[in-house]
Structure formats: structure tokens, C-alpha cells
């Protein structure tokens, strides 16, 4: 590909085409399988070999930006670098770090993949979740019909919110066409603070500094086999960070060092802690929970709500422990992927999901048994 | 015909009496004596909502006080197909508690304890009675508090701001109710509990709870709500901005913006808006101006005076007539006193107001400025403006006098003008206050046939029977084809009543 051309496919709009592909499938009854860059295709459940490639990367492109409204539209095949990118010029960011997790020099990650997985990154609990900043989005059901549901505001109630709705929907209810995100200021200054402590003392500390005024924007506790460090990131005016940073104590981490942190380390889990084969868990927890006594090393992160577990103990063990606590674990990477690797729902919440299922996608056709094996 | 008309029924027919008292005496099987009401003069108080121009008695009013109670009640009504309507304290804007003639009014009234307060945690479970600013008053020992804080907090319970998505003047840094609450009990039609959301993020399987809030009591009945606390900021200080131009009042809210700088709160009056404000509240506002700003910034001590200083240099900037940085908290609550005061000061120049709440994107402020002022002089009613600049929310207050023949007509055939202008410019009918009966009309508008076939799609995946709440939200095919069929929608057809 040229580099003319490689433009023009970063800016196309597929709709016509993709309701076309859809329509198709609908009236064949065949599956489809929804692909953006394939950087999360190994979350969640495998879709059926059977079930026909959808491939959304070509459907590209900012549609509006407008930094004095903070809110940004663009195409599910947009790349979260080329929205970086953009953002950055104008002083602003995607608030809740969207991990990209696609292999390095790989395909870049796109908005409706990470949209539709619905994953955050270190800055979640003081920040925003990806949920918390979709503004609105317009849908290709499993009817072959295009929907625009929520809008370009901050404010809007009109209608059910089936936009947050298709967040971590993994694209069983639709194809995200074009999504429109909040977006925030780039803080004007940041520091991260490291201090050496264990679990039990680590999460004590993060709920604590979490009730008081002060500007953190991450937490990350880990032990190398060093008997565990905590850093803390705070980030925004000046003035408040520097008073932050003598409120709290701790080593300072030079910028450079800190930011390949909290990107590569935590939000592309370059760490050493997620290398190896071992079965990945995500456990998310209310962030007071007292350290879990589960086998394998754990790494925290989100003040506590969210913990990493690198375990082969059995899945219903792991999330029996984790249930009486009032969390859920997913099996975020490895082990055996055909069962359930999301938490299982309770009988009533199956129903309503299996409801709405039926409501966007009554053949079933979008991305079958990703989720859970029931729909 | 510009009013959504709720059906009308009467009280005393004998057909609804007979299913009256056949279902009294089910309820009172199972509910204290003092839980059902069934007399007119007993119901009456529960004929309308905060929108006082919608008014149906209910066919019996119920006030349970246990989850099961709740439970029983919609279980009975299900089997009997009764409709009900779910009712918090009755604040809201948009008849969203609107009664059914033919339906059950299920107050949450009685259930109005804090279950637990984490300080650790910073939640707060609650039962869907307790009124918003108990929350905060209850975390205040923490120094915690709730954030959202819709201008009834005192009176309007969690339940309420649940089933609308209630806002308040902090939206652009802290969120909506969607961004703060949780956990939410719900019990549907059928009677089943279900637990939605959870203290942990990011619960398995679909956002139910972003569907559940702001669904205007039309997926399932709210019986207790998980919501999260903030840390109270350690400093607030405000700003007050003149203008003698609406236009340039606008831009300053853009560049304050485009600075990288997010206030805890940013509004904006018109002149009659601060004329009103400034004769009931006595806040010191500018009279002569043609818009006022209030911008507040909060956090720590630090933060605030940097951020303060470079605010008010934007203000100034942008042309600013004067502007006024708050020197303590008493003064930085005298000038919030007026732009809170808005609502009641323009109620005391006019026998009524009608209040609008589309939410458009900033950048067309100027445009729909000028349109409403057009609008408002051809159906003869003055328009006073109130705005949540910083989020695009536009509370345009219609005056008029509900005694004069035709003017309330007139009121809101201007009001769903208004509205259908904020969607013709990218924005939406409702940004906080909901669609309930008052704005089935412009659902028409902002939503095509087949997004509201999907709405419906998702009002059945909760309630098949489609019992709750009904005629609320999400308009009928059959009603939008004939709105859209009306030949006539503009101030004349109103003249002619």
C-alpha cells in the first residue's frame, strides 16, 4: 500500500457496506465474527471457526473533533495512536488509558475494539471508565439496521442508554460504527512516587490517600521479590501536585522512567510479572478488600479494585474466594477458554441478558458465544 | 393538539371501583392496614408531579415498607395485569410520576434508611427514599460526600435520581448519577430481585446498570442503591464574569475549556434570567449586564489559588465587563444564591414558568440564543435563560400566565419548539430532567421508527407485559405517526384555540 492510499483507508466510511455484509448473514442465518485489529482477539470467548470474518478496520476516520466541547467522534477502525495523536495537539487525552495490548509492530489497536471490550487502564478509579465517557454511538444490529443511540453532549437522557450499554458487550449486541467519547485535558504536570511496603499496608495506604482531596491518577502495588513496592501517580495543576507529593512521601520516579511505567509496564502488562504462560486473572473487588488468599502472585492496581493473579488453582476456587468478597475474576489470558471465561451471571441477570440479546441481535449472528456460551 | 395527552379517567367509575376494591382487599392481605390508600381525598396528593400541569388520580396508592412487600405487590400486579407507577418525592420535572387511572402508585416514601456508610470504601448503600442531600449530610463526618446535586437535592430521594439520571450544577467534573452510583436492587415486574452493578467495577456481562439509570421507572423498581463517595475538595472559589454580550459569555466558556482547565461548575444567565435572580435573591449580580458567568474551581489549596488566577485572567480576556473572584465561602455561596434561586425568582414575575432542558452542542449556543428569542416573540411569551455552560444544558424559562386563555398552550408549543430546535442542532430534548409524558413528542423527533423499536425491544427484555409505567418515555409507532403527521405545528394553531 502506497502512502496515498494509506490515507484515503484511514478515512472511509463503511456503513453502506458493512449494513450490506450484515443483511447478507442475516438472511443466510451465517455468524459473524467481528474484527477490528485483532489486538484483543484472545480476550473473552473464541468465536466459532464457522462464523464469517467481519473485518472493520477499513470503516476509519475522525468525523468531528472539538477540543472546546471535549468531545471526540470517530469510526470503530480509527487507531487509538491516530486519536492520541490528534488529541495531543490540542492539549487533551482519551482519560481512562485504553490498554492496546497488541503484539509490538503489530496492527495498532482501534476505538471500537477497545470500545467493545470495554477495558481501562491505571488512571479507571480516578479518572473515569471507558463507560463513564461514551457520549453516544451509532450501531449496526444484527436486524442490518443502523442506530444512533446517546449523542455529542455531556447531558443527555432522551431513551434508554444503549450506548454504555454496548461498552464490554464484546459486539453481541452491535457493530460500533462510530463512537463519540468525552475526552479531558493533558495534566500540566505529573509525578510518581515510590515506596517500599507489602499488600496488606499498600491497600491501607491507596484507600486511605483515595479519601482525602489529592490529585492521584494511579496506583499500582507489586513485589518483586523485593517484599513489594507501591507507586502512586498524581498529575494535574502544579501547585496541587507538588503539595500532594510532600503529603504523601516517597521516591520520585524521573518522568521518562514513570511514564514507561504506568504505559508499557501496567497498561501493555510489559511487566515482568505478566511474562510467562501461566493463567492470567482479572479480579475486581470493592477497593478495601483485605489481601485475597488465593495461591500464585498477585499485582494490584486501581487502589485495590483491581487484581492480577497468576494462578492454575482451580477457576471455581479462585472465584468462590473472590465472590464472598463481592468481586468477579474473568480468565483475562490463558488456561482453558472454552468454559466460562467471564463470571458467570446469576440466573436472573442471564435472563435479561439473553433478553436483550434477543432484542439487537435476534439470529444470534454477532460474535456468538463470545462472551458466555449461552448467546 | 400539542400536549401529550395522558388518558383521562375517572375516579369514580364503577368499573374501576369494582377493580379497586378487588384489589384492596388482595394488598391488604399482605400490607399493614396503613399501606394502602384508596380514598380520593387520600390519593389526591399523589395526582401529579413536579410538572403540575399533568394531573390523574391514580386507581390506589400503596407504600410498602419491606423489599418483599414491594416484591408481593408487583407480583400481584403482574398476574393481574395491573399497571404500576413507581413514585420517589415527587420532584421530578417531566411527569415522569405521572399516575395511570387504571394503575397501582407504588411510593418508595418509606423506605428512607442509610443501610451502610463505608469510610474506607467511601459508598454508601442506601434505601431509594433517602433524599440526596442526606446522603452527603451523612458523609459529611467523613468528609465524603455524594456529588451529584440536582437544584432539589434537599426534597428529591436517590430512588428518583436513579430512575432519571439526575445531574445538578458539578456534571462537567464529576459526572451524572450514571457516573456515580454503583449498585442498584432492582425488582421486576414479575417480582424477581435482581442485583445490578456492584462496590467492584466493571461487573460481568452487559452494562445493565447504564440502562437502568435514567430508565424513568420503566425497567424495574429501584429498592436500594450502592453509590460512591468523594472526598470533599479542600477548597472552592468562585468567579463572577459580566458581559454585555451573550455571544462573548459563550467563547469565554471555550477558552476557559481549550485552557485545559475543567470547573467544578460553570453557568451562565441571560439578562432577564439575572434580573429576576438578582431582585429575589439579592446575590449582587449586575442587573445592567446581558450575561453573567459563574464559574467555580475546586481541589486543594494549591490547585485552587493557581487555577482561580488563571481563570480570571481568561475571563478578563474574553472581555469580561468585571469580574468578582469569591473571598470566602459566604461569598462564594452569595453568588451561587441567585443562579439556585433561578427557578423560584422567575416564578415570582410571572404567574407560571415553564422550564425547558434540551442540551445542544456549545459551539451552536449563539444560533439557539438567537432562534429562542425569535420563537419567543412570535408566540408572545417572554423566554428567560439559565445555562449549565460548561455541559451544553439549556434551561430555557417560558413566563406565561396559565389564566389567560390559550397560554399554556402557547407555553408548550414553544417549549416542544425549543426542543425540536436543540435536536436540529445535534443535541437532545432532555439533558437531566427526563422524557416522562411532557416530552413523547419530540422522542418522535430526536429518534427514528427504528430506534425507538429498539428501545421498546429493551422495555420488553424487563417488563414483556409493558406494566411499568406506561405511556412514559419512549413513544408508541402509532403516536409519533400521528405527531409527525400534524399539519400545523407552529404558534398560530394555538392563537385559533
Known sequence: MDEQTRNTAAHQDLTTELTEHVRAAAAAGRPLKLRGAGTKSLLGRPVADSAEPLDLAGHAGIVNYQPKELVITARCGTTLDAIDAALAEQGQQIPFEPPRLGARGGPAATLGGTIACGLSGPARPYADAARDLVLGARVLTGRAEVLRFGGEVMKNVAGYDCSRLMVGAFGTLGVLLDISLKVMPLPRCSRTLVQACDQATALERMNRWAARPLPITATCWADAGDGGRLWVRLAGAEQGVLAAQSAIGGEPLPDDQAATFWTESIREQQHGFFGGDLPLWRIALPQATAPLDLPGPQLLEWGGAQRWLRSTAEPAAIRAVVSRCGGHATLFRGGERTGAVFHPLAPPVLALHRQLKHAFDPQGLLNPGRLYPEF | ?497
Not at chain 2, 237 to 260: F, H, K, M, S, T
Not at chain 2, 379 to 387: R, T, W
Open chain 2, 1 to 497: 393538539m400539542s400536549l401529550p395527552q395522558p388518558s383521562q379517567t375517572d375516579f369514580n367509575d364503577p368499573r374501576l371501583a369494582a377493580t379497586r376494591a378487588d384489589l384492596v382487599r388482595a394488598l391488604r392481605a399482605f400490607l399493614p392496614a396503613d399501606a394502602v390508600l384508596e380514598q380520593q381525598e387520600q390519593v389526591r396528593p399523589y395526582e401529579c408531579d413536579g410538572l403540575s400541569v399533568y394531573r390523574q388520580l391514580p386507581l390506589l396508592v400503596v407504600l410498602p415498607r419491606t423489599v418483599a412487600e414491594v416484591q408481593q405487590v408487583l407480583r400481584l400486579c403482574h398476574a393481574r395485569a395491573v399497571p404500576v407507577v413507581a413514585r420517589g418525592a415527587g420532584t421530578g420535572l417531566s411527569g415522569g410520576a405521572l399516575p395511570v387511572g387504571d394503575g397501582v402508585l407504588l411510593s418508595l416514601a418509606r423506605f428512607t434508611r442509610i443501610l451502610a456508610l463505608d469510610p474506607v470504601a467511601r459508598t454508601a448503600r442506601v434505601e431509594p427514599g433517602v433524599r440526596n442531600l442526606a446522603i452527603t449530610e451523612a458523609a459529611a463526618a467523613h468528609g465524603l460526600y455524594y456529588a451529584p446535586d440536582p437544584s432539589s437535592q434537599i426534597a428529591c430521594t436517590i430512588g428518583g435520581n436513579v430512575a432519571e439520571n439526575s445531574g445538578g450544577v458539578h456534571c462537567l467534573k464529576y459526572g451524572l448519577t450514571v457516573h456515580n452510583v454503583l449498585a442498584v436492587t432492582l425488582v421486576t415486574m414479575d417480582g424477581e430481585l435482581v442485583e445490578i452493578g456492584a462496590a467492584a467495577p466493571d461487573s460481568p456481562g452487559y452494562d445493565l446498570l447504564a440502562l437502568i439509570i435514567g430508565s424513568e421507572g420503566m425497567l424495574g423498581v429501584t429498592v436500594e442503591v450502592t453509590v460512591k463517595l468523594l472526598p470533599v475538595p479542600e477548597r472552592a472559589q468562585a468567579l463572577l464574569a459580566a458581559y454585555d454580550d451573550v455571544e462573548r459569555a459563550g467563547q469565554a466558556v471555550g477558552d476557559i475549556i481549550a485552557a485545559g482547565i475543567i470547573p467544578a461548575g460553570l453557568e451562565m444567565m441571560d439578562g432577564p434570567a439575572i434580573q429576576a435572580a438578582e431582585a429575589f435573591a439579592h446575590a449582587g449580580y449586575p442587573t445592567e449586564a446581558a450575561a453573567i458567568l459563574i464559574c467555580e474551581i475546586d481541589g486543594t489549596l494549591d490547585e485552587v489559588a493557581e487555577l482561580a488566577q488563571r481563570v480570571r485572567a481568561l475571563l478578563l480576556a474574553s472581555g469580561a465587563t468585571t469580574v468578582q473572584v469569591s473571598q470566602d465561602d459566604a461569598e462564594r455561596l452569595r453568588f451561587w444564591k441567585g443562579r439556585k434561586s433561578a427557578f423560584p425568582a422567575v416564578g415570582r414575575i410571572s404567574p407560571d414558568y415553564y422550564c425547558m432542558d434540551g442540551t445542544i452542542p456549545r459551539r451552536h449556543l449563539p444560533q439557539v440564543l438567537r432562534r429562542t428569542a425569535e420563537l419567543a416573540a412570535e408566540y408572545g411569551l417572554p423566554v428567560a435563560n439559565v445555562f449549565h455552560a460548561g455541559d451544553g444544558n439549556l434551561h430555557p424559562l417560558i413566563l406565561f400566565d396559565a389564566n389567560k386563555p390559550g397560554e399554556l398552550g402557547r407555553a408548550e408549543a414553544l417549549g416542544g419548539q425549543i426542543l425540536e430546535l436543540c435536536v436540529a442542532v445535534g443535541g437532545t430534548i432532555t439533558g437531566e430532567h427526563g422524557v416522562g409524558i411532557e416530552k413523547i413528542n419530540q422522542m418522535c423527533i430526536q429518534f427514528s421508527p427504528a430506534e425507538l423499536a429498539a428501545f421498546r425491544a429493551v422495555k420488553r427484555a424487563f417488563d414483556p407485559l409493558e406494566l411499568l409505567n406506561p405511556g412514559k418515555g419512549i413513544p408508541t409507532p402509532r403516536h409519533c405517526s400521528e405527531y409527525r403527521q400534524l399539519p400545523e405545528r407552529g404558534p398560530e394553531a394555538h392563537h385559533r384555540q
